[in-house]
């Protein structure tokens, strides 16, 4: 195993997903790629590109993200893993399994919030939608509350 990728939301459970990643990364020398997928810029209506204050929050949101997770990534390292953070933008489900093909992932670790089924019927799982999608093997990390 060469290369894992950590899908993280940045959620609270994102240190559980990066805890087992980890500790797989470290049992076979791999390098821990911790990927997380931003939201896409708002659509605007118009030509334009929109409101100043609306950029400059966006701006601000995708700052905060990229430096959350350059954090994770150089904990990890000083731990002694090679860690890498990325933050790409756009639709979730696509995105993590591009990541994957392009970073040749041997496998990819993500979290499950635990959401119903009322949850998962009007708003979907990425989880099972990774799942039903990708050759890559997956490991689900059960959040807290799914256990």
């Not at 790629?33 to 400059?56: K, M, N, S, T, Y």
């Not at 990890?76 to 990325?86: C, F, M, P, Q, Y």
């Amino acid at each position: 195993m060469k290369n894992i990728l950590a899908a993280v939301d940045l959620s609270p459970i994102t240190h559980e997903v990066l805890r087992m990643a980890v500790d797989l990364a470290r049992e076979h020398g791999a390098t821990l790629w911790i990927v997380h997928v931003a939201a896409p810029d708002p659509d605007l209506v118009g030509f334009e590109p929109g409101p100043q204050h609306i950029r400059d929050h966006r701006a601000n949101e995708l700052r905060d993200e990229h430096l959350e997770l350059q954090q994770l990534a150089a904990e990890r390292t000083a731990a002694g893993v090679d860690a890498r953070a990325l933050l790409v933008q756009g639709p979730t489900v696509a995105t993590i399994l591009d990541q994957a093909a392009r970073l040749q992932a041997d496998l990819v670790v993500m979290g499950s919030h635990g959401h119903g089924a009322l949850h998962r019927f009007f708003v979907g799982s990425v989880c099972q939608q990774v799942l039903t999608s990708t050759r890559t093997p997956l490991l689900i990390v059960p959040s807290s509350a799914s256990e």
